[in-house]
């Protein structure tokens, strides 16, 4: 089985400065992992993914995640952040292969940025 | 924005009534998922669909049933509403392929008094 951390619940940051938001992972086998952005009252989208390749993956609005398989981490971060990103954001784990996608998620990290 | 309602958003209801939820997609694809997210926990599978009659438990699915009649229809039912079911539930979908992302439906806020 796999679990997800997400080690801070809220983060609040000044508009333009740089924001990381963590997340660890736990499984016994080889995983998918994801990133969700939850604006309010919406549903969830899908910010990025890692499935294979390249560990460093991007968003087409200037996140970046890396994932670091011995430290079982895939932070977010953003090197300037906007009003805009303001949101509640979801590291997510599904088992690697075929099937349906059965994704564990963390707790939530709550993005607020001040002006 | 992937083709994907759900009814009622919104829904007030008292201990042990049944209630149904419905989500409905215009996507023809092939799964379909039931999520409830609460503070502190994220989401949370319930049940899930790999076809139309094919459904599977998730991580939280006691007290709910599921029913896939048809490939847009995906039915989440508690047969006997408790409290602790308050919470917003979430479908989502996704294609053949197993990379392929998940879209997700705009939620159903239920609430169990």
């Known amino acids: 089985a796999q679990s997800v951390t997400q080690l801070d619940s809220q983060v609040p940051v000044f508009e333009e400065a740089p924001v990381e938001l963590r997340c660890n992972y736990s499984s016994s086998v080889s995983v998918y992992l994801f990133w969700y952005v939850q604006y309010p009252n919406q549903g969830l989208q899908l910010l990025l993914k890692y499935l294979s390749g390249s560990t460093l993956v991007e968003s087409i609005n200037g996140f970046e995640a890396e994932f670091n398989k011995s430290q079982t981490s895939f932070h977010l971060r953003k090197p300037s952040v906007h009003i805009s990103d303001t949101a509640e954001y979801f590291c997510?784990?599904?088992?690697?292969?075929?099937?349906?996608?059965?994704?564990?998620f963390g707790q939530g990290t709550r993005l607020t940025i001040n002006p | 924005d992937a083709g994907i309602t759900q009814s009622p958003r919104h829904k007030v209801t008292e201990t042990g009534t049944p209630v149904t939820l419905r989500c409905h997609q215009t996507e023809n694809h092939r799964y379909m998922y039931w999520y409830r997210q609460d503070p502190g926990h994220g989401l949370r599978l319930i049940h899930y669909s790999y076809g139309v009659k094919d459904t599977d438990k998730g991580e939280v699915s006691d007290g709910y049933s599921v029913s896939r009649s048809k490939t847009e229809d995906f039915l989440l039912t508690l047969e006997s509403a408790t409290s602790s079911q308050t919470s917003v539930y979430f479908c989502?979908?996704?294609?053949?392929?197993?990379?392929?992302?998940?879209?997700f439906g705009p939620g159903t806020r239920l609430t169990v008094l």
């Open positions: 997510a784990v599904s088992e690697s292969g075929q099937g349906a996608q059965k994704l564990v």
């Open positions: 989502a979908i996704s294609g053949a392929g197993f990379h392929n992302e998940q879209f």
